[in-house]
Nanobody, 125 residues
């Protein structure tokens, strides 16, 4: 079993930056693909970014491409999401996920086995 704990969320003005962290315990993440998703009020959860276990391949939703960067530090069993140029529409609860059960980069279709509890990101205009 894997436990994931997100941190780094908060309130920021439009144009600002935040870095989310996802710390894992219970099992090493070295061979797991990882992802970030988000869910805004009244909307379905949506894919944000994903990273292959070897860090060579990363994928992003069109809405965040060029602004967000996913990275991982396997020695610390941690995954990050650097978010720059934030917009009010980025406001959501952000979830970390591990151990892909669906991995289809061509269509940006991803699903994962393990999920964190989420961290709130609020971007004010």
């Amino acid at each position: 079993q894997v436990q994931l704990v997100e941190s780094g969320g908060g309130l920021v003005q439009a144009g600002g930056s935040l870095r989310l962290s996802c710390a894992a315990s219970g099992r090493t993440l070295t061979t797991y693909a990882m992802g970030w998703f988000r869910q805004a009020p009244g909307k379905e959860r949506e894919f944000v970014a994903a990273i292959h276990w070897n860090s060579d391949n990363t994928y992003y939703a069109d809405s965040v491409k060029g602004r967000f960067t996913i990275s991982r530090y396997n020695a610390k069993n941690t995954v990050y999401l650097q978010m720059n140029s934030l917009k009010p529409e980025d406001t959501a609860v952000y979830y970390c996920a591990a151990d892909a059960t669906i991995w289809t980069p061509t269509s940006l279709e991803f699903a994962f086995h393990f999920w964190g509890q989420g961290t709130q990101v609020t971007v004010s205009s």
